[in-house]
């Protein structure tokens, strides 16, 4: 069993920037691909973004040139840099893992999620 705590969610200006982070529980970390959604009230999950155990990164169009997901193996943690924030991003973001997330979709593991609120 693999736990996911994200962290760094918050307030923020329209224009602003914030970093999320994903700390896993175990070294089994790096077998993972991991990725990050994101949900607001009322819609579906999104995928926003997924690195491979690679460290080969994909993003979905609302969000490409303005999101960057990395990985840290040493320090089993998932980050998602998110600069030039708009009030569409306004949701719950998830940190996921799994092994086919990056194909499928399919997702063996979540977070408990972070709220990220871009207002002014």
């Known amino acids: 069993q693999l736990q996911l705590v994200e962290s760094g969610g918050g307030l923020v200006q329209p224009g602003g920037s914030l970093r999320l982070s994903c700390a896993a529980s175990k070294i089994t970390f790096r077998q993972y691909n991991m990725g990050w959604y994101r949900q607001v009230p009322g819609k579906q999950r999104e995928l926003v973004a997924t690195i491979t155990v690679g460290g080969t990164t994909n993003y979905a169009d609302s969000v490409s040139g303005r999101f960057t997901i990395s990985r840290d193996n040493a320090k089993i943690t998932v980050y998602l840099q998110m600069n030039r924030l708009e009030p569409e991003d306004t949701a719950v973001y998830y940190c996921?893992?799994?092994?086919?997330?990056?194909?499928?979709?399919?997702?063996?593991?979540w977070g408990q999620g972070t709220q990220v609120t871009v207002s002014s």
């Open positions: 996921c893992a799994g092994y086919f997330i990056t194909t499928s979709g399919r997702v063996d593991y």
